[in-house]
Nanobody, 116 residues
Framework: QVQLVESGGGLVQPGGSLRLSCAAS????????MGWYRQAPGKQRELVAS???????NYGDFVKGRFTISRDNAKNTVYLQMNSLKPEDTAVYYC??????????WGQGTQVTVSS
């Protein structure tokens, strides 16, 4: 069974920074995609950023250079460095690990609140 454990969420003022981490455990195929999604109240879940095991990245349009995704393959861990945070970034952030449509796993979510 694959498990994803997220950490690093919290309350931050506008313009501030947070770093999210997500550690995966279990039987994991080495070739995979890890990513972060977010869901704000009343809105659909959307992609924030993803990264393949080879290091290729993809970002949501709203990121605009503010966030950086990275990973440590040896630790099966993905990170999301978020800078210049805005109130509209407030959401629950979910970690995702996937290598096929059947092997698609989610973390429990971590709350990020951007407010003064």
């Amino acid at each position: 069974q694959v498990q994803l454990v997220e950490s690093g969420g919290g309350l931050v003022q506008p313009g501030g920074s947070l770093r999210l981490s997500c550690a995966a455990s279990g039987i994991i195929l080495r070739v995979n995609v890890m990513g972060w999604y977010r869901q704000a109240p009343g809105k659909q879940r959307e992609l924030v950023a993803s990264i393949t095991s080879g290091g290729s990245t993809n970002y949501g349009d709203f990121v605009k250079g503010r966030f950086t995704i990275s990973r440590d393959n040896a630790k099966n861990t993905v990170y999301l460095q978020m800078n210049s945070l805005k109130p509209e970034d407030t959401a629950v952030y979910y970690c995702n690990l996937k290598w096929t449509s059947r092997n698609d796993y989610w973390g429990q979510g971590t709350q990020v609140t951007v407010s003064s």
